[in-house]
């Protein structure tokens, strides 16, 4: 009825009105005729499964068949192998023996007869021989070893010594050098040697005491000697070992 009556107007007195009517036509424009188009659509998609899964099956198939192949001719293989064995034990078992090509091996040789016994043999002079023989041998045996012994003992005995240089640290500038290397000096102890001796500036007018000795190594350690020096707490800070050599 609207639409009628906006048919028979001809100037836009309802401007919504018209709009409303252009856009029920407008949907009506867009429709589709019919569903032809979706149904092709549908029905091509499923032929495409349909190929699909032909082809895999075929695939499928046709490995089956070139395996079944591979069996049948490795059957066939071990029948043929299975036969000839067969036929070659049944000639074994009803052929003659192959006789043997080999020489006899020779007999052993008779083993050597041993010497008899002379008739005069003394079993008590026998005995008597054996008891002077052990008794040279051990009379030899014991001149050896006190031969050896005694030039052990001539033989000069190797000393294991060490060439050692201390470094004695001062407090500071104002100690007595010279009393220090007396100090130091005065340590004697069996095995200890002491070698030469001279003043190493430090820092600030500082100078440290660097002093060579040997030792033997049974005899003197390096932390008993370096406790000794110590001792001398008025002139010494600490002691260092600057060089440790084998003599």
Same mark, same amino acid.
């Given at each position: 009825?609207?639409?009628?009556?906006?048919?028979?107007?001809?100037?836009?007195?309802?401007?919504?009105?018209?709009?409303?009517?252009?856009?029920?036509?407008?949907?009506? #424009?867009?429709?589709? *005729?019919?569903? =032809?188009?979706?149904?092709?659509?549908? %029905?091509?998609?499923?032929?495409?499964?349909?190929?699909?899964?032909?082809?895999?099956?075929?695939?499928?198939?046709?490995?089956? @068949?070139?395996?079944? =192949?591979?069996?049948?001719?490795? %059957?066939?293989?071990?029948?043929?192998?299975?036969?000839?064995? !067969?036929?070659?034990?049944?000639?074994?078992?009803?052929?003659?023996? @192959?006789?043997?090509?080999?020489?006899?091996?020779?007999?052993? /040789?008779?083993?050597?007869? /041993?010497?008899?016994?002379?008739? =005069?043999?003394?079993?008590?002079?026998?005995?008597?021989?054996?008891?002077?023989?052990?008794?040279?041998?051990?009379?030899?045996?014991?001149?050896?070893?006190?031969?050896? =012994?005694?030039?052990?003992?001539?033989?000069?005995? *190797?000393?294991?010594?060490?060439? *050692?240089?201390?470094?004695?640290?001062?407090?500071?500038?104002?100690?007595?050098?010279?009393?220090?290397? !007396?100090?130091?000096?005065?340590?004697?102890?069996?095995?200890? @040697?002491? &070698?030469?001796?001279?003043?190493?500036?430090?820092?600030? &007018?500082? #100078?440290?005491?660097?002093?060579?000795?040997?030792?033997?190594d049974d005899k003197v350690s390096t932390e008993t000697l370096e406790e000794k020096i110590c001792e001398f707490e008025d002139y010494v800070q600490s002691v260092d070992i600057a060089a440790f050599n #084998?003599?």
């Amino acid at each position: 009825m609207t639409a009628h009556l906006l048919l028979k107007e001809s100037v836009f007195l309802n401007r919504s009105l018209y709009q409303e009517a252009e856009r029920h036509y407008s949907l009506r #424009k867009d429709l589709p *005729v019919s569903s =032809n188009t979706v149904t092709d659509e549908v %029905n091509k998609i499923r032929e495409q499964v349909r190929a699909g899964l032909n082809e895999a099956e075929s695939v499928q198939v046709s490995e089956l @068949v070139e395996r079944l =192949n591979h069996v049948e001719l490795e %059957n066939k293989q071990l029948k043929s192998l299975l036969e000839k064995l !067969e036929s070659r034990l049944a000639q074994l078992e009803g052929g003659k023996p @192959v006789a043997a090509t080999g020489k006899p091996a020779a007999a052993p /040789a008779p083993a050597a007869k /041993a010497p008899a016994k002379a008739e =005069n043999d003394d079993d008590f002079d026998l005995f008597g021989e054996d008891d002077e023989d052990d008794e040279e041998k051990k009379r030899i045996t014991e001149e050896r070893l006190k031969a050896y =012994n005694e030039k052990k003992a001539k033989k000069p005995t *190797v000393v294991a010594k060490s060439s *050692v240089l201390l470094d004695v640290k001062v407090w500071d500038d104002e100690t007595d050098m010279k009393a220090l290397e !007396e100090s130091v000096r005065s340590i004697e102890m069996e095995g200890l @040697v002491w &070698g030469q001796s001279k003043l190493i500036p430090v820092a600030f &007018g500082v #100078k440290k005491l660097q002093i060579q000795c040997v030792i033997e190594d049974d005899k003197v350690s390096t932390e008993t000697l370096e406790e000794k020096i110590c001792e001398f707490e008025d002139y010494v800070q600490s002691v260092d070992i600057a060089a440790f050599n #084998k003599i």
